[in-house]
């Protein structure tokens, strides 16, 4: 089983703070790492996706810093809202099949 | 655009009934997807449509669960009969080919077996 594991299982952050989120993969064969964003009674929705090619990628106040050696990734929500309150799932894949990980609760207290 | 539209929202039954949801895609998008969301967990893919073809259906449990794409575009997934472990949200994604990898996903059917 090629799995995305992900840490941690919740996170509580004040307003303004910056939430990390970190996801370790197996699959060296994955060539895709997005980051999904779900709200209660919604499906996920795509925040932002990276390739292995960079080590980086910002999109607003949302960044992905990528490790392709240690085949680690992680989210970094900078200046955190309320409004960010969600969880939030890593995955890994190639070909359209992607692997998810469990899923991290954000909350941001204002 | 209009999404991924999914129906029922919410379905209940008892174990060994049978239940089947409905999934129709973004027009023009030619992969769907169905995912099962147990609760706590990330999706788990289901099986893949390429059209009306299967791409991957090799986590789905064909002695119980049934799905098909006729004419390559709404989709539907069946259980029968039911466990109690299949009680989950399922999620429709579609995305526009095989190598976008970006899906989009309905707002799932919550499934609770009792």
């Known amino acids: 089983q090629q799995q995305v594991k992900q840490s941690p299982q919740s996170l509580i952050v004040q307003k303004g703070g910056i939430s990390i989120i970190n996801c370790a993969y197996e699959?060296?064969?994955?060539?895709?790492f997005p980051w999904y964003q779900q709200f209660p009674g919604k499906g996920p929705a795509l925040l932002i996706a990276?390739?292995?090619?960079?080590s980086e990628k910002k999109e607003g106040r949302f960044t992905i810093s990528f490790n392709k050696s240690a085949k680690q990734f992680s989210l970094h929500i900078m200046d955190s809202q309320p409004g960010d309150s969600a969880t939030y799932f890593c995955?890994?894949?190639?070909?359209?099949?992607?692997?998810f990980g469990k899923g991290t609760k954000l909350s941001v207290k204002p | 655009e209009a999404g991924v539209a999914q129906s029922p929202r919410y379905k209940i039954i008892e174990k060994r009934q049978s239940v089947a949801f409905w999934c129709n895609p973004i027009?023009?998008?030619?992969?769907l997807y169905w995912y099962q969301q147990i609760l706590g967990q990330g999706p788990k893919l289901l099986i893949q449509?390429?059209?009306?073809?299967?791409?991957?259906d090799s986590q789905l449990p064909k002695d119980r669960f049934s799905a098909e794409r006729l004419k390559g575009v709404d989709s539907t997934l069946k259980i029968q009969p039911a466990k109690l472990e299949d009680s989950a949200v399922y999620l429709c994604?579609?995305?526009?080919?095989?190598?976008?990898?970006?899906?989009?996903f309905g707002s799932g059917t919550q499934l609770s077996v009792l």
């Open positions: 994604a579609s995305s526009s080919t095989g190598s976008n990898l970006e899906l989009f």
């Open positions: 699959n060296t064969a994955f060539d895709y």
């Open positions: 990276i390739r292995p090619d960079v």
């Open positions: 995955a890994g894949g190639s070909q359209g099949n992607l692997i």
């Open positions: 027009s023009g998008h030619a992969t």
């Open positions: 449509f390429q059209n009306n073809g299967v791409v991957d």
